[in-house]
């Protein structure tokens, strides 16, 4: 009998036609992409919405968010070209991506990131990578200065979203969209930091519609933090800051394709306060069992505001990325659950008592 295999063997693999590789590019792989799409009517019930909500759960790739997508192409590219060290600034995610990769290929691994602005899981998966890391006195946008600086020696090769092949294999999140739906959304919800994905997303959907494989064009709506809103603002933001360390940027690389995909898409960038994140990232844990860091509250909670001002027409098909895992961020999970462990003898009658048998 010969069985046939359905092994998934990552983006690069899956998506080749739609990427710049050739049979020459040494794909590094973790088998990244092929995440779920997982539907949340508990949420769209709590927050008083008549639609459907698909949630693209991307804490479910290697590293525990979406940055694996373009960061398999990055390292192949880069290993393809023969670079031997690879560099990147990083609010987390980031860093944990390249240095997997990195690791993978062979490659050193430099990452920059921002002095006690990182959540602790993915400073855990930086180091346990092996990359060098640097704890940079200043912000994201000044690591991110640093990094470019770097890049322009040619002795290193930068994985920031500014490497234009992150992009591209970020974009593969769209055709997954389109393909476990069996139709591309009428909304697609996703939070917006340096807006490298919000420019990747709107592409990929471009594309599978141009090739034939989907029937329309979402509405795409990003969401910042309240205080680190420059998209929305329409100007640079000094100082940002706001929980969702992930969306902690003041001065987005992909500014133009971040304003081409709203305009374009007849979207829209809009901000929401860190109480509003809080609330969405505790409500989705607590109505439909996915937990995810703070960044990806941000859409859900811009969701919630887009119900409550009656701008989402009953019946429509709704995507929302969550981009990381909640695990990523145990501190603000922690704080934000609310409540402590009860702490008892270790009797059934102590057990008994305070679950109120
Ligand atoms: C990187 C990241 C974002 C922001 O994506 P951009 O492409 O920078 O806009 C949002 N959420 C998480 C969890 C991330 O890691």
Sequence with gaps: MNLKSTRWNGVIDH?????????????????????????????????????????KYEGLNPTCSFKDRGMTLAVSKAKERGAKVV??????????????????????????IPEGKIALGKLAQALMYGATTVSVRGNFDAALRIVRELGETGLVEVVNSINPVRI??????????????????????LPVGNAGNITAYWRGFREYLAAGLSDRLPRLFG???????????GAPVLHPHTVASAI??????????AIAARDESNGCIDKVTDEEILTA?????????????????????????????????????????????GLKDPDNAIKTAGYEPFVVDATREAVMQVIGL
């Design 15 to 55: 998506y080749a036609r739609f990427l710049p590789v050739t049979d020459a590019t040494p794909v590094v792989s973790l088998s990244e992409g092929n995440t779920p799409l997982i539907r949340a009517d508990n949420f769209v019930t709590a927050i008083g919405g008549n639609f459907e909500l698909w949630l």
């Design 87 to 112: 560099i990147c600034a990083s609010t987390g995610n980031t860093s944990a991506s390249a240095a997997a990769y990195a690791a993978r290929a062979g490659m050193k691994c430099v990452v920059l």
């Design 168 to 189: 591209e294999g970020q974009k593969t999140a769209a055709f997954e969209i389109c393909d476990q739906l069996g139709r591309a959304p009428d909304f697609h919800f």
């Design 223 to 233: 969401f910042q933090a309240a205080g680190a809103a420059p998209l929305v603002d």
């Design 248 to 257: 902690n940027i003041g001065c987005p690389a992909s500014w133009d394709g």
């Design 281 to 325: 990232y505790r409500l989705i844990a607590r109505t439909d069992g996915i937990f995810v860091e703070p960044a990806c509250a941000a859409p859900l909670a811009g969701l919630t505001r887009c119900v409550r001002e009656g701008r989402i027409p009953a019946g429509s098909v709704i995507t929302a990325t969550m981009t990381g895992h």
